[in-house]
């Protein structure tokens, strides 16, 4: 078609070449429950679509990643974390959740694509397509400074039809010929132009995927940079310091989600979307005394509290991506958090959190969001509301807390095992056992 770019054909793997030995057998890794096309030898278009690969919770925890992290994308409408961002904004444990997936998408590659040699992760990243975003006939590797990129995976976190509409992922020739997008499916395809696909326009909701490029060129692989971000940022910190895994936002032109010559902060539309405001963190001041000569952003980077209605929440948090994250946690945890409350309800009847609510007003932030236009982007098209309870929110705080101090703890475990290998990976118990003094 004429829209089509037109590029060298990618030289295609060198059958047989290496020796084989050398790597594992490249069993399918837990491929069980995934529908298999035809083998790769036998397309001109070699792809394949995995269903179920990740699971439902993993989704979800990627998704809470993603909805506290991202910061505004590389092209319009797109919203996208990627994992250096996550390194350089203090949050270097949430690239946790990534590892094991990250293992499963390159093991699926090395074996649906028979690679016979060494294949690198060049790049892995959280992306949100939101209303407008699409993407014309391309592929991936056709930009001078794409070349590298062999293969991609692309695992779609959340429910075309449900949670958004628009979004279809296809493809020029051959099978599968489009791919309506189902959470925890993936679909793998090489890079070059035999895969030759477009994204139709989202025109509702938020479309979220996983996105990764693999390449066979080891100058190229993500790894060795992002420990070498990680060491810088990570290793530094002082695990019995208090709250180590604390975010700190990156600078706030990245947090800018501009459309239609208007626009708003995306940490501010995110906590808003959810019912919440950032209000100052000290009760008594009110709007007309907030100093008026600081960009009102950049009260984003200092403590805040959140507020709901008329309700403020009793706790200052450390800048409005800390808020963030507690926030979306909360809503990430909210069905198992309700559970518990009725659970403890029957036990008890009478369990209270150490909640304190101030009812102040005048205490809200004056930050430049457009919240219609906001609502319109990051407004949930599932209508399902889950009761807001103050109770529920302040175990929610703990539980973040308790699931952040993990996460670092297993970051700052495993940090010298990828330094010595120069690769991020699943380290087993086993390992950790044998490492550890007699
Ligand atoms: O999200 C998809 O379905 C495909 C994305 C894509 O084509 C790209 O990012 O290059
Ligand atoms: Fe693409």
Request: proline share 7%.
């Amino acid at each position: 078609s004429s829209n089509r770019q037109q590029q060298p054909w990618a030289s295609p793997p060198p059958q047989g070449v290496l020796p084989v030995g050398l790597r594992s057998p490249l069993a399918p890794p837990a491929m069980a429950s995934t529908t298999a096309s035809p083998p790769p030898a036998a397309g001109d278009h070699p792809r394949v679509l995995l269903r179920g690969l990740l699971s439902r919770e993993t989704c979800k925890e990627l998704e809470f990643v993603h909805r506290s992290c991202g910061a505004a994308g590389y092209r319009p409408s797109v919203v996208s974390t990627s994992l250096p961002h996550l390194a350089a904004t203090g949050c270097g444990h949430l690239l946790l959740p990534f590892v094991p997936v990250r293992e499963r998408l390159r093991d699926a590659v090395e074996s649906f694509f028979d690679c016979l040699f060494d294949v690198f992760i060049e790049f892995t990243g959280l992306i949100s397509w939101c209303k407008g975003a699409s993407i014309g006939w391309h592929s991936d590797d056709n930009k001078p400074y794409l070349r590298q990129r062999a293969f991609t995976a692309v695992c779609y976190l959340n429910n075309h039809g449900e949670d958004y509409k628009g979004g279809i992922l296809q493809f020029q020739d051959g099978d599968p010929s489009s791919i309506v997008p189902v959470a925890g499916d993936v679909v793998i395809y090489t890079a070059d132009n035999r895969n030759v696909h477009c994204v139709t326009e989202v025109t509702e909701g938020e479309r979220l995927t996983l996105t990764l490029w693999f390449t066979r060129d080891r100058a190229y692989n993500e790894d060795p940079k992002l420990l070498t971000f990680l060491s810088q940022t990570s290793l530094s910190c002082e695990p019995t310091k208090q709250k180590f895994y604390i975010p700190m936002p990156a600078s706030d032109n990245m947090y800018w989600f501009s459309c239609d010559q208007s626009g708003f902060d995306i940490r501010c539309a995110r906590v808003h979307v959810l019912g919440f405001s950032f209000h100052s963190s000290s009760g008594e001041y009110s709007t007309s005394v907030l100093p008026t000569e600081d960009d009102p952003v950049e009260l984003l980077g200092k403590q805040l509290r959140l507020g709901r209605g008329d309700d403020v929440f009793d706790k200052i948090f450390s800048n409005s991506l800390h808020a963030l994250q507690v926030v979306q946690f909360y809503y990430w945890k909210a069905p198992e958090l309700a559970a518990r409350r009725e659970q403890s309800a029957v036990g008890s009847r009478t369990v209270r959190y150490p909640v304190i609510i101030h009812h102040s007003r005048g205490t809200e932030l004056p930050l430049p969001c457009n919240h219609t236009l906001a609502q319109t982007i990051f407004g949930s098209v599932n209508t399902a509301e889950i009761a807001f309870k103050w109770n529920d929110f302040a175990l929610g705080v703990a539980m973040w807390e308790n699931y952040s101090e993990d996460l670092k703890k297993q970051l700052l475990t495993f940090l010298p095992f990828w330094l010595s290998n120069e690769s991020i990976f699943v380290v087993d118990s086993s390992e950790l056992q044998r490492a550890e003094p007699i």
